[in-house]
Every structure is written in C-alpha cells, then in structure tokens.
T-cell receptor, first 115, second 112 residues
Framework: AQTVTQSQPEMSVQEAETVTLSCTYD???????LFWYKQPPSRQMILVIR??????QNATENRFSVNFQKAAKSFSLKISDSQLGDAAMYFC????????????FGTGTSLTVIP | DVKVTQSSRYLVKRTGEKVFLECVQD?????MFWYRQDPGLGLRLIYF???????EKGDIPEGYSVSREKKERFSLILESASTNQTSMYLC???????????FGSGTRLTVV
C-alpha cells in the first residue's frame, strides 16, 4: 500500500520569509502524481501544486515550488515570501497515474505565519 | 468554477441515529469521494463512486454506506451512528482519472 509521511506536524515562518514543508512517500510504482493541498480555516481543500513523476522538472506555481527527488521518494514544498494568507494546514498527497482513483494523504503540517 | 456543496457545515446526532451526509457537485463530474479527516491521521477514504449507481469501498468503509442515484449527488450514510464516527467528513469530486479533486467545505459531525 502507498503511504505518505509528513514528519512536521507544525511549522512557523515569519512573514516574507521562506519555509519548506517536508513529505516522503512509499510506492513501488514508477508513474504517479504528487500533490500539495492547502486547507485554510474555511476548511475547503485547495490544490496548491501538482507534480507528475515522469517529469524531472520541479513544478512551480508563483511563490510555491517543489523539490521532487524521485529516487529518494521525497516531495517538499517551498513557500517563498510567505504571506499571512498562507497560514493553513498543508497536506501532501499521492495518486497512481492511470488506474488510481484513490488519493493517499499525509497527516498534514499546520503552518503558522508570524507577522 | 466547480462547486462541491456539502449540505451541513455542523451536525450533532445521537448514538444509534441514522445519519445522511449529502454532497452535490455542479459540473457533471464522473467521480465522487467521501473522506474522513481526523487529527494526526490525515484524510482517509471511506467510499468512492466513479459513475451513477457505482460505488467502491475505500480504506475505512465499515459502519458506512453510500448512495449515488444521480450523477451530481453522492450521499454518505451512517446506518447507526456511533461516537467513534465523530469526525470531519469531506466530499470531493473529479472529472476523470487525469484530473485533481475539487473539495467541499466539510461537515463536522459530532455523535453524542
């Protein structure tokens, strides 16, 4: 079974600084997707960024970027120029590429942004 | 934008009651999902449906059932609610295999 591990239950960052959230996963598949989702206090999960395992280039979305290390099965999220609105719970998730209906989620990292 | 609407934001029910959690999406998505979210455990899949009247068990289906009579609506049913089913329930939908999820805002269920 696939597992996703987020080893940092809580993180904090000063406004305008950079923070990195860690995620590791376990799979025997070679082709899959990885995601970072954000859950603000409103509770609605929002997709932050997506990475396809067959692409070596790290995905980037504005201030959000990932460091995808396929051999190490590591998928960290870097948030640059942190803003107060970035405060949320962040979940890392995995899904197989073609046949996988199911997402596997980590346990989440709660990010606090300090003004 | 796609909307996934969960009918109740907060719900309090008594042990033994039959509970219905409703989820409606407005963009003709094929796949719909019910997750349970608990602190320290992340999100765990209860059931999903890839088409009308089709359903598959996820990782923790015990104590739950689902119904999908129409494409836009996916209901989660707790046949006899128990206190260990107190949790946040999240519904999600997706157009197809190659797409990401759109989530609802969750229903926080308390069983007393």
């Amino acid at each position: 079974a696939q597992t996703v591990t987020q080893s940092q239950p809580e993180m904090s960052v000063q406004e305008a600084e950079t923070v990195t959230l860690s995620c590791t996963y376990d799979t025997s598949e070679s082709d899959y997707y990885l995601f970072w989702y954000k859950q603000p206090p409103s509770r609605q999960m929002i997709l932050v960024i997506r990475q396809e395992a067959y692409k070596q280039q790290n995905a980037t979305e504005n201030r959000f970027s990932v460091n995808f290390q396929k051999a190490a099965k590591s998928f960290s999220l870097k948030i640059s120029d942190s803003q107060l609105g970035d405060a949320a719970m962040y979940f890392c998730a995995y899904r197989r590429r073609n046949t996988g209906n199911q997402f596997y989620f980590g346990t989440g990292t709660s990010l606090t942004v300090i003004p | 934008d796609v909307k996934v609407t969960q009918s109740s934001r907060y719900l309090v029910k008594r042990t033994g009651e039959k509970v219905f959690l409703e989820c409606v999406q407005d963009m003709d998505h094929e796949n719909m999902f019910w997750y349970r979210q608990d602190p320290g455990l992340g999100l765990r899949l209860i059931y999903f449906s890839y088409d009308v009247k089709m359903k598959e068990k996820g990782d923790i289906p015990e104590g739950y059932s689902v119904s999908r009579e129409k494409k836009e609506r996916f209901s989660l049913i707790l046949e006899s609610a128990s206190t260990n089913q107190t949790s946040m329930y999240l519904c999600a939908s997706r157009l197809g295999v190659s797409y990401g999820y759109t989530f609802g805002s969750g229903t926080r269920l308390t069983v007393v």
